[in-house]
Each structure stands twice: as structure tokens, then as C-alpha cells.
């Protein structure tokens, strides 16, 4: 075994690749195990959610009281942490060890302190703020909603607390941590709403929220603490501070933009009918699963690539790989925006028509589905050509185009509002999005000197004539006339086989056109974990509402 020899009496011996190669493994596959469980338990405390309260006002209430707490983590989080990151791991690339930890010393004491008097101030003066939020909300849900609403305000503090945490955690390579954190939350909250409904009602799913964040936070402390650099310090004169005021500018106004386009829909939703809220909820939770899975773990493999290539002016370099990314992109969610579209009803009704949830708020979820999911697409592109961006070190454009994208929204919304109600919300968002990633992929193009317009189209026409065969089998499917007996069984396995047929003739076509993303869409998946990439902070959904 090589040994090194320090001094004459002090020897380090390499652990042997074998065993650095089974940690490794090892490592790799618990993070695909927590990030899986992380989805999973996510949608199934959606599930759980639409098992008690359906789309019932109460779970209304509820998703308008979430709004402020889940705008705050957007900004804090996604913000701050983007910009902490970077200036952090300058200082640790340098040896500055000791720099770095008082710069994230400081960074957490001020963050603590300044959340902790935003959540007093949330919670003292939510009867003045809720009202606008909910303005269409009757008097007796206005008040439940501002109750509802200081309950949650403490939980900003944990749950941004949790992101840096997370950072700190990524820096210094312990991933297991960090990816428990979706698996702690979600599972809290699963626990109290199926433990405590009978007896609290909507209130086992708030107290449930605010527990499960406090958890994610309290899974990351002991990792933490063992690094032994915390300290409760404030350092106002470090230099590190002012850089990442410099970069937290622009960042602060991209994410608040953002968060607006939900404050606007909770805000036009709260004058519609009971349910709808709920109902807009559902829909984009299930148009935004395959995104979470797929175009997440895409954008962060190909991060680094972008950024390296940029770094040596390798420009045609950066080109190839936006292209391969937005390639990736359409393999995915063309047939994903197919498959929500004809099969909105019965996947609605199989994933979650029991309980509280009857079959008028199907009907109701399933008739938004389609007008949520024709944006996915860019939904998934904004992602990788958000990335392309700052890894071109570009950011006053992408701020530019998001403030844009919001106010476009909101346009679109007071036009469609009154005809096609929550309909008419959740097309604003898809075009608006829509818009937002064509004018990203023109500066895209000009950051990188042209894109291989070619090789986009001639990707993207294969992939729909794969949908459209797929869409025709579902077609054929449905046809027949085939209904599963009213069990959850029953609907799971008759959707499950729908869905396996569908994808049998999509992959059938796509071998038989030669579609090369095929095997590339599931290297690129296994990559992220094998290098132990974990999602950017602000491509994680707030864990809220």
C-alpha cells in the first residue's frame, strides 16, 4: 500500500481506490434514494392534502395564508443563497478557511436575526396584508386566513435557515444531509395532516407546514455542527459582504419577480368560486413533477460544462451543449405536455379522487390540467437557458426578461380573467413562460455566437412525430370504451397501463427515427448523481404552498 511520509514519525496512508470507489457508490446511491423519496413523499402529501381537504374552501385558505411565507423563501433563499455560494467557495478555493467561515458566520446571524423580525412583524401585522392577498376572500375565510397566516410566519425562519445550511453542507461535500431535507419535511406533514385532521381540520396541515420546516432544518444541524466553524459572530466589515451585495441586486429582483406571478394568481383566484385556488394547485403540482425530476437534474449537469467552456472562450462549445440541453428538454416534456393533456382526467381521478375530494373537484383539476401543462415545455427550457446565462456570467438580461414576463402575465390575466376564469390564469402563465424562453434563447444566441437552429428543429420534429403516434395510441385507447371499476386499484392499474403503452410506442418511434436522445436523456440523470450534483437552491420548490 503507497504510504506518504509528513515527518519521522507521522505517516498518512491513502485509503485504497477500491474502498474510495465503494464510498463513492455508496454516497451516490443514497442520494438517489433521498431525492427520489424527497419527489415522492412530495406528491404523495399532495395526495394526502386532496384525501381531507379536497378543493374545498378551507385548503383555499390555506394556499392564499402560504402566499407571503413561500414569496419569502423564494427571495431569502434562492437570493441569498446564490449569491453566499460563490463568494464562500472563492474564499475556501484561496485557503482562506478561516475568511469563509466568518463571512457564512456572519451571513447566518444577520439572516437569523432579520427573519426572525420580519416573522414578528408578519405575524402582528398580517390582518393588514392578508386582505390584499385574499381581497375576494368573505369576512369569516378572511379571517381564517390571517390565523393560518401567523402560524406559518415562523417558519421563514427555519426553512431559509435550512438553505444555507444546506450550501455550507454542499461545500464541504456532505451531500446525505442536505438531501434528507425534502424527506423531512414532507414526511412531518404527512403525519400530522393523517393524524390530527379528524381533530384540527385545516389546521393539521398548517401546524404540519410549519413543523415539517423546522425539521428540514433541524436534519441539517448536527452534519453542520460538526464541521466546528460556527460561530455567533457579526462581522459588518468583511469584505465578502460587499461582494455579495453586488451580486445579490440583481438576483433579489430575477426571484422576486418570480414570486410575484404567484402573488397575482392567488390574488385574481381569491375572487373565483371556492375550489378553483385548490384546483390551479393541483394541476400545476402535477405539470411541475416531470420538470422537477427531469429538467432540474439536466440544467445541473450541464451547469458546470457551460461554465467551463465559457471559462476557456470555447464559445462553439457552449453552443453544442445549450443545444444538446434544450434537445433533452423536448424528449421529455413534449411527450410529458401530450400525456397530462389526454390523460388529464383519469390521472386526476387515479392519484386523487378519495375522501374530501369528490368527483367534481376532478372534473374541476382535470379541466385546468391542460391549460397548466402547455407550458412546460418552457417551464423546462427557462431552466437550462437561465443556467447558460450565468454561466456566461450574464445576469441583467435574464433579471430584464423575468420583470417582463411577470408583467406580461399579469396583463394577460386581467384580459382572461373575466372569460375563462382560473382557465385564463393558468394559460397567462404558460405564454407568458412561453415568451420568456424565446427571448432567453436570443440572448443565449448572441452570448454564444449563434445556435445550430438545424439540429434544434430536426431533434424537436422527431420528438413530436413520436408524440403524435403516442397521443394516437392513447386515442385508440380510449376509443374502446374501457372503464375501470371505481377503486384505486382499478384506476391505478387501467392509468398505469395507458401510460405504458403510450411510452411503448413513443420509445418504439423514437428507435425507428433514430432519436439519439434517447439514450442520452438517461446518462445525463445517472451523471447528476454520480458526481454528487445536488439541485441549484433556486430550482427547488418552496416547500410551502
Same mark, same amino acid.
Given at each position: 500500500m503507497e504510504r506518504i511520509r509528513l515527518s519521522s514519525h507521522l505517516r498518512v496512508v491513502p485509503q485504497p481506490r477500491s474502498r474510495r470507489r465503494v464510498s463513492i457508490a455508496a454516497s451516490t446511491l443514497f442520494i438517489m434514494g433521498a431525492t427520489f423519496s424527497s419527489t415522492l413523499l412530495g406528491f404523495l402529501r399532495e395526495v394526502v392534502s386532496a384525501r381531507y381537504y379536497g378543493t374545498r374552501w378551507e385548503m383555499d385558505t390555506f394556499l392564499a395564508a402560504a402566499t407571503i411565507p413561500t414569496i419569502l423563501f423564494g427571495v431569502f433563499n434562492g437570493a441569498l443563497v446564490s449569491a453566499l455560494v460563490p463568494t464562500f467557495s472563492e474564499y475556501l478555493a484561496h485557503h482562506k478557511e478561516e475568511e469563509a467561515w466568518r463571512l457564512a458566520n456572519t451571513?447566518?446571524?444577520?439572516?437569523?436575526?432579520?427573519? $426572525?423580525?420580519?416573522?414578528?412583524?408578519?405575524?402582528? /401585522?398580517? =390582518?393588514?396584508?392578508?386582505?390584499?392577498?385574499?381581497?375576494?376572500?368573505p369576512?369569516?375565510?378572511?379571517? +381564517?386566513?390571517?390565523?393560518? $397566516? =401567523?402560524w406559518l410566519m415562523p417558519s421563514i425562519v427555519a426553512v431559509s435557515l435550512s438553505g444555507v445550511l444546506s450550501a455550507m453542507l454542499n461545500a464541504y461535500h456532505r451531500f446525505r444531509a442536505a438531501a434528507l431535507v425534502g424527506v423531512a419535511v414532507n414526511t412531518v406533514t404527512i403525519l400530522c395532516v393523517v393524524l390530527l385532521a379528524h381533530s384540527m381540520g385545516i389546521y393539521a396541515l398548517v401546524l404540519g407546514t410549519a413543523l415539517g420546516l423546522t425539521a428540514q432544518m433541524l436534519v441539517q444541524l448536527p452534519s453542520f455542527l460538526t464541521i466546528g466553524r460556527y460561530r455567533p459572530t457579526i462581522d459588518l466589515h468583511h469584505p465578502g459582504l460587499r461582494k455579495i451585495w453586488l451580486l445579490l441586486g440583481p438576483i433579489i429582483v430575477g426571484s422576486a419577480a418570480g414570486q410575484l406571478a404567484l402573488f397575482f394568481d392567488r390574488f385574481f383566484a381569491s375572487t373565483l368560486a371556492p375550489g378553483y385556488i385548490a384546483g390551479m394547485n393541483y394541476a400545476t403540482k402535477l405539470v411541475n413533477f416531470p420538470?422537477?425530476?427531469?429538467?432540474?437534474?439536466?440544467?445541473?449537469?450541464?451547469?458546470?460544462?457551460?461554465?467551463?467552456?465559457f471559462a476557456r472562450e470555447n464559445r462553439r462549445g457552449v453552443a453544442r451543449s445549450v443545444v444538446t440541453g434544450l434537445r433533452l428538454v423536448n424528449f421529455i416534456t413534449i411527450p410529458s405536455v401530450c400525456a397530462l393533456v389526454a390523460l388529464a382526467h383519469p390521472m386526476v381521478q387515479a392519484l386523487f379522487e378519495r375522501g374530501t375530494f369528490q368527483a367534481s373537484a376532478t372534473d374541476l383539476t382535470a379541466s385546468l390540467l391542460p391549460y397548466a401543462a402547455i407550458g412546460l415545455i418552457?417551464?423546462?427550457?427557462? +431552466?437550462?437557458? /437561465? =443556467?447558460?446565462?450565468?454561466?456566461? =456570467?450574464? /445576469?441583467?438580461?435574464?433579471? $430584464?426578461?423575468?420583470?417582463? /414576463?411577470?408583467?406580461?402575465n399579469v396583463l394577460l390575466s386581467l384580459v382572461w380573467l373575466p372569460t375563462l376564469g382560473a382557465r385564463g390564469l393558468l394559460l397567462a402563465n404558460s405564454l407568458s413562460q412561453s415568451m420568456q424562453a424565446v427571448l432567453l434563447l436570443l440572448v443565449v444566441a448572441r452570448l454564444v455566437s449563434g445556435i445550430d437552429w438545424g439540429a434544434l428543429l430536426q431533434s424537436s420534429g422527431k420528438v413530436i412525430i413520436c408524440s403524435l403516434a403516442m397521443l394516437a395510441a392513447l386515442g385508440w385507447i380510449g376509443a374502446l370504451g374501457v372503464t375501470p371499476e371505481p377503486t384505486l386499484a382499478s384506476r391505478a392499474w387501467f392509468l398505469f397501463g395507458q401510460i405504458a403503452i403510450a411510452a411503448t410506442v413513443f420509445v418504439a418511434i423514437a428507435r425507428m427515427l433514430g432519436v439519439e436522445e434517447l439514450n442520452l436523456a438517461w446518462r445525463t440523470i445517472v451523471a447528476k448523481f454520480e458526481r454528487n450534483l445536488v439541485s441549484p437552491p433556486e430550482n427547488r420548490e418552496a416547500p410551502i404552498a
Open positions: 451571513v447566518l446571524n444577520l439572516l437569523a436575526i432579520v427573519l $426572525t423580525t420580519c416573522a414578528i412583524v408578519g405575524y402582528f /401585522t398580517a =390582518r393588514w396584508y392578508v386582505p390584499i392577498i385574499a381581497h375576494g376572500f369576512a369569516p375565510q378572511m379571517n +381564517v386566513a390571517v390565523r393560518m $397566516t =401567523r420538470q422537477q425530476i427531469f429538467a432540474a437534474a439536466i440544467a445541473t449537469v450541464i451547469f458546470p460544462l457551460l461554465a467551463a467552456q418552457a417551464l423546462a427550457a427557462n +431552466v437550462v437557458l /437561465t =443556467r447558460c446565462c450565468f454561466a456566461c =456570467r450574464e /445576469t441583467i438580461w435574464p433579471v $430584464t426578461i423575468s420583470v417582463v /414576463t411577470v408583467v406580461v
